[in-house]
């Protein structure tokens, strides 16, 4: 079985520490494209409902917004992770090279409360302001995130990340994306995004579905066979271990 032995985990983390987004490990994912016109996005925002309760267990994923510039190497992000037992948001960057991860205060969350989720382009600072919101309580997770080398942001995503066997995803199948808004320049470039479905890896038949330039769902089956199925926990939580991320860190070591 791949990734059962330390040389077979250490070429996956060396193969990660050289590579770029889309990351393996994404499954379903919409990717956006800004007219040539525009230097950057200035502004994103999207709100969704925490999804039901999964069965618990070693299990970590999470949907999630974000935008990369155009080497896709700077990823900024709204995320909202299933740990196992529990939903979580905060917000989260992730630097390919030289490798470098920042994650805001985490807070939990119940199915079916809302989160918002906004990244805002600071001008003073050259620098992004990421929030994410419950907000039916009014917490926020924040922090700001210089660019860097001067690199302007212009790829949006919505994502579904994190690979494991479909009975360990939520049952309710679907997560939507509403409330879609962008600035490009300062100016509301929503309706001119040209957004694509795509997905990286082709399990438990995740797919994106884009309704309207406000609105993009992610669906799934939790009946569906998966080619991770014969994967221990212990090799799933290797193989997903991607990003390397301190939350993730935490679970791994519990």
């Given at each position: 079985?791949?990734?059962?032995?330390?040389?077979?985990?250490?070429?996956?983390l060396a193969?990660h520490?050289?590579?770029?987004?889309?990351?393996?490990?994404?499954?379903?994912y919409?990717?956006?494209?800004?007219?040539e016109?525009?230097?950057?996005?200035t502004?994103?925002?999207m709100s969704?409902?925490?999804?039901?309760?999964a069965?618990?267990?070693?299990?970590?994923?999470?949907?999630?917004?974000?935008?990369?510039?155009?080497?896709?190497?700077?990823?900024?992000?709204?995320?909202?992770?299933?740990?196992?037992?529990?939903?979580?948001?905060?917000?989260?960057?992730?630097?390919?090279?030289?490798?470098?991860?920042s994650?805001?205060?985490?807070?939990?969350?119940?199915?079916?409360q809302t989160?918002?989720?906004?990244?805002?382009?600071?001008?003073?600072?050259?620098?992004?302001?990421?929030?994410?919101?419950?907000?039916?309580?009014g917490?926020?997770?924040?922090?700001?995130?210089?660019?860097q080398?001067?690199?302007?942001?212009?790829?949006?995503?919505?994502?579904?990340?994190?690979?494991?066997s479909?009975r360990?995803y939520?049952?309710?199948?679907e997560?939507?994306?509403?409330?879609?808004s962008?600035?490009?320049?300062?100016?509301?470039?929503?309706?001119?995004?040209?957004w694509q479905?795509?997905?990286?890896?082709?399990?438990?038949?995740?797919?994106a579905h884009?309704?309207?330039?406000?609105?993009?769902?992610?669906t799934?089956?939790?009946?569906?066979?998966?080619?991770?199925?014969?994967?221990?926990?212990?090799?799933?939580?290797?193989?997903?271990?991607?990003?390397k991320?301190?939350?993730?860190?935490?679970?791994?070591?519990?």
């Amino acid at each position: 079985m791949l990734f059962a032995t330390g040389a077979c985990l250490l070429a996956l983390l060396a193969t990660h520490a050289t590579a770029q987004d889309p990351a393996e490990g994404w499954m379903a994912y919409a990717v956006g494209a800004i007219p040539e016109k525009y230097e950057r996005i200035t502004y994103i925002t999207m709100s969704w409902k925490v999804g039901a309760e999964a069965k618990p267990g070693f299990a970590f994923y999470s949907p999630w917004f974000g935008m990369d510039p155009a080497d896709n190497l700077n990823l900024v992000q709204p995320v909202n992770p299933w740990g196992g037992d529990s939903w979580s948001m905060y917000t989260e960057y992730f630097q390919w090279s030289p490798e470098h991860n920042s994650n805001s205060d985490p807070y939990n969350v119940k199915s079916g409360q809302t989160l918002k989720g906004a990244i805002e382009y600071l001008k003073d600072q050259d620098a992004y302001n990421l929030t994410q919101t419950i907000v039916e309580t009014g917490e926020m997770s924040q922090q700001i995130v210089k660019c860097q080398d001067g690199k302007k942001f212009t790829i949006p995503y919505v994502v579904y990340e994190k690979v494991w066997s479909c009975r360990h995803y939520p049952p309710d199948e679907e997560v939507t994306f509403t409330d879609i808004s962008i600035l490009c320049d300062g100016e509301d470039c929503t309706k001119d995004v040209d957004w694509q479905a795509k997905f990286k890896d082709d399990n438990c038949n995740f797919r994106a579905h884009i309704d309207s330039p406000e609105k993009i769902r992610i669906t799934w089956s939790t009946d569906s066979a998966s080619k991770y199925d014969g994967y221990t926990d212990e090799e799933l939580l290797a193989l997903n271990n991607a990003k390397k991320t301190p939350y993730f860190k935490a679970h791994l070591v519990n």
